[in-house]
Structures are given as C-alpha cells and as structure tokens.
C-alpha cells in the first residue's frame, strides 16, 4: 500500500492543499480553499477538520493516510504545537491553542477516515518557509551544493537554513529558529524592508508617483519597471542593495552553496537580483506553495531537525 500525505499551505486568505507521496509526488493538481482566518476558534478548528475530510476523501483506495502536514505562518511554537500568532489580522483567534493536539482528536473521529490511516491519526505542523525550503532541497530543479540558504519574499519574510536535507535552526551560523524577519535592521527589522510594505515603503520615500495599494502593489510596480520607468528601475535596484546588506552577514556565516528565492516577489526578482547575492548563485523557486506542500511529506520522512 503507498502511503499518502494531506498537506496544506495555510496563508491568511487561502488554504492550498495538496495529496503527495511520501516520496514528494503529487497526486493530482492541488486544490484552493478559503481560509476563513477571521472566524473563532471552533469555526476554524471545524473547517480545518472539513478541509482534511474533503482531501481524504480524494486519497485512491489503494493508498493509506500517513498523516496531515501543515505548513502554518507563525509565530508559531512549532515544537508543542501552540499557534502564537496576534495583532496580524488573521487566525487571531488560534492564539494559544495547541493545533496539533486539537486537530489531531479531530482527525481522528472523522468516520470515513477511520479505516484509511496507515497508523495513528498524525498532524505535524511546521513553518511555511521551512517547508518551502525541505519541498525545494528534496524535489527541486538544480541544487548546486549541501548548504542552501531560503527566504520567501512576500507579505513578509520567511527564511530557513539547510544542511544536507536537514532544517538548521540553531548554532552553525544561523539566527535562532533559522528566521531572519525579526533581527534588527536600519529603524526597524528586516521584516519591514525586505518584503512587499518595504518595496511601497521605499517607493514613498523616492517620491515614485502613483504607487498603488493593495494586492498587487508590487505587480503594478515591476510591470513599470519592465515598461521602462527609470524611477521604478531604480527603486527596485535599491530594494536588491537592501537584500544583499541584509543577508552579508548570515551568507558570511552559515557559507551556503546556494540562495533560493520564492514568495510572490520571487516573481519579480530579475529586477533586484542579478544572479548572485554576496558572491553566492541565486536560484529562484518555480512554484513556492507547490514546494510547501511537498516539503509537508518531509515531515512523515524521517527528516532530522536541530
């Protein structure tokens, strides 16, 4: 019997979910839900568990349900479980729930689930960003080396470390947890420069007109810059300084063999990034939730964590 992961990549406006091999193969495209990220507790708690029983029931009959990985913004407690995240506008009301212990009780009293479990009901959570960067070493396109670094550019920024398959979240020249958006970094942290209020906010502080706001922002913002408008050009240009100031010293550190970029402004990339950061290739990531969701199997795969 193959077994089969119900993987998720949970975002603040949509759930992308996904079934995948514990070998990292996609079973079919993967599905798009609501995320409903303002509602209570209980109503969250029960679209989650409607959510894994939806995707169960597309698992084959010839396979088994190793488990359910989550891919779940933080802050986050990881290790117990406990959603941590306020003052985000989204699931604020998780904030000191432990999900892995509900939705797994959950899990398990779903009827048309009980039979298909290739063991004991099991959800495993873990950073977006850090499962972006497992899906990406174990299944993508190119690795150049053992020691990548992976940030994802979006919303905010995530990051992870790895070193031959393995999430590195303390010592061996990291920051703990392996998350560069919290450190300190010009009048803020980096989370507030690098990232998409950080492209607007410095378009503000050129003075570059016209500067929109809402979803696509920083889409308008590279298709000017594509169209040619030499103020946009530039304001991108000063996004990618901003970058590669911001990473000197942990590509100093950690010495990796390669960068990977993904996010939504992975796509605009070849406008801030020129192929190398501090020496370093740059890679950008084809698909970042697909990877996500891949990276979600890794959990089930004896993956080894520090």
Request: hydrophobic share 40%; net charge neutral; glycine share 14%.
């Amino acid at each position: 019997m193959r077994d089969v992961v119900l993987a998720f990549d949970v975002g603040g406006t949509y759930v992308k979910a996904g079934l995948v091999g514990v070998d990292g193969s996609l079973l079919g495209p993967p599905r798009v839900y609501p995320a409903r990220s303002g509602e209570t507790k209980e109503a969250l708690l029960r679209h989650f568990t409607d959510l894994v029983d939806i995707q169960g029931k597309q698992v084959p009959p010839e396979c088994g349900i190793r488990g359910v990985g989550l891919a779940f913004p933080g802050p986050f407690d990881y290790e117990r479980g406990i959603c941590l995240t306020r003052g985000l506008n989204k699931f604020e009301a998780l904030y000191g729930v432990n999900l892995r212990e509900e939705l797994t009780a959950r899990i398990g009293a779903i009827p048309g689930l009980a039979s298909r479990w290739s063991g004991i009901p099991a959800v495993a959570i873990e950073n977006d960003a850090a499962l972006f960067a497992l899906g990406e070493y174990a299944f993508g396109a190119g690795r150049s080396g053992e020691k990548t670094m992976y940030l994802t550019l979006g919303t905010g920024l995530g990051s992870a470390f790895v070193n031959r398959g393995r999430l590195v979240k303390q010592g061996e020249g990291v920051p703990e947890e392996g998350w560069l958006y919290r450190l300190p970094y010009r009048d803020g942290v980096l989370d507030d420069y690098i990232s998409r209020r950080g492209i607007v906010r410095l378009a503000e502080e050129m003075g570059v007109p016209r500067v929109a706001h809402g979803d696509e922002d920083v889409k308008l913002l590279a298709a000017r810059s594509r169209d040619g408008e030499m103020q946009v050009v530039q304001l991108f240009r000063r996004f990618g300084e901003r970058l590669s100031e911001a990473l000197l010293p942990w590509i100093g550190s950690f010495q990796p063999d390669e960068i990977v970029i993904g996010g939504q402004i992975a796509k605009s990339a070849d406008l801030f990034v020129s192929g190398r950061l501090g020496g370093v290739p740059v890679r950008i990531a084809a698909d970042t939730s697909i990877s996500a969701l891949r990276g979600a199997s890794r959990l089930f795969a004896d993956v080894q964590r520090e």
